[in-house]
Every structure is written in C-alpha cells, then in structure tokens.
C-alpha cells in the first residue's frame, strides 16, 4: 500500500470552530487531493496540488483552504466549519498527472 | 457535474456469478480508470486502461473500452463475498490534473 496518512481519523467539532486535516506521504509523489465523499454525491474535488506551494481549487472549494509547504504534507483548513461540511475527506496521492491515484484511509468528520 | 456515470446504480448477485457494471463519460479522454471501495475505507486503484487500449486484464477484472461510444465496463468473473464494495469509474477528460469521478455502482455479493 502506498504510504499515505491522515489525521486525524475521526472528529466531532463545533460549527465556527476551524478544523485543520493533515496528509502526509512518504511516496515523494508530485500530486496531492483532497476529496469529500458524501451519500448521493460519490468523490467531489475540494483542492489539489501539483507541486510544494502550487494549488488549486477543485469543485467544491468554498469555505475550504490549503497549503502544502512540503512534498510530503498537504494541509486542509475548514476556516470556520459549518454543518454542511460533515462529511468524510479523504487525501489522494498521484505520480502523474490525472494518473492512478492512491488513496488515504480518510477523516470522518462530524460537524455539530 | 459528474462525467462518469456508472449503470447499474446498485447490483446484487450470488457467489460465484459474473458481476458487470458500466461507465459512460462524456469527453475525450487519455484514460480511465476503475477503482473499489469497501465500505468505511478509502478507494483503491483497479486498473487503467488508455484511450489507446480497447481490452486489459487483472485477475477475474476484465475491462473493455469503446471510444466511440464513450464507455467502458468491468467485468468480474466468479464473484467473492470480498468482492462486495462499490465500484467507480474515473477518466482525465477535463485536459488537467484532476480526474473527473462517477458516483459508483454498488455491489453486493451474496453468498
């Protein structure tokens, strides 16, 4: 399995607060996603990386920031997080472009 | 918007039975790609075909894919209970680093 972390893996938080979720590899792999999966709704994009500090939005990136200051870590930042946003996220990782994509274990995420 | 879209939505079979599930997408792709997901966990990488390919094989997957008619299916012969997960296709038709996703298709191995 690739080497692809999250963390954490489960959190209950209240809405206003900020939330951030990690992704760490260890693949030395170029590109990295972050995904929110909700029923009837299947993967939607949140943001992604193509590099150390190059981003960019995905479909559903509002109320969503990230940053990624090192290949390995790529950081996903709810500012202020409302209901909407409980969900499961999971992290992806690609050597290539728009190529397979290995997945982390994902957060579950419980806004209240 | 979703551009893959897999039929059947949900697929319920015995043991031991063929399970195929289908993904049409909408613009031209390089790629695309089949992926599993048990439930609670996260997804994991099947196989790719290129646009290039029109048959590839994994074990009991078998995927076949018809540019023309932009579609693509999986076929898993001799179904396992371990083989109940859902199933989602993805392609690189938007031309940049994202994969464009479907909703998946669920499947249920009875034994």
């Known amino acids: 399995d690739a080497g692809i972390t999250q963390s954490p893996r489960h959190k209950v938080t209240e809405t206003g607060t900020p939330v951030t979720l990690r992704c760490h590899q260890t693949?030395?792999?170029?590109?990295m996603y972050w995904y929110r999966q909700d029923p009837g709704h299947g993967l939607r994009l949140i943001h992604y990386?193509?590099?150390?500090?190059?981003?960019d939005k995905g479909e559903v990136s509002d109320g969503y920031s990230v940053s990624r200051s090192k290949t390995e870590d790529f950081l996903l930042t709810l500012e202020s997080a409302t209901s909407s946003q409980t969900s499961v996220y999971f992290c992806?990782?690609?050597?290539?472009?728009?190529?397979?994509?290995?997945f982390g274990p994902g957060t579950r995420l419980t806004v209240l | 918007s979703q551009q893959g879209e897999e039929d059947p939505q949900a697929l319920s079979i015995q043991e031991g039975e063929n399970a195929t599930m289908n993904c049409s997408y909408k613009?031209?792709?390089?790629?695309l790609q089949w992926y599993r997901q048990n439930s609670g966990r996260g997804l994991v990488h099947l196989i790719l075909?290129?646009?290039n390919e029109r048959e590839k094989h994994s074990g009991r997957l078998r995927v076949t894919l018809d540019t023309s008619k932009k579609s693509s299916s999986l076929l898993i012969t001799a179904s396992r209970a371990a083989d109940t997960a859902s199933y989602f296709c993805?392609?690189?038709?938007?031309?940049?680093?994202?994969?464009?996703w479907g909703a998946g298709t669920k499947l249920i191995i009875k034994p």
């Open positions: 993805a392609t690189d038709g938007r031309g940049n680093y994202q994969l464009i």
């Open positions: 613009t031209s792709i390089n790629n």
């Open positions: 075909i290129r646009s």
């Open positions: 693949e030395n792999h170029r590109y």
């Open positions: 990386s193509y590099g150390v500090k190059d981003t």
């Open positions: 992806a990782i690609s050597e290539l472009s728009a190529d397979t994509q290995y």
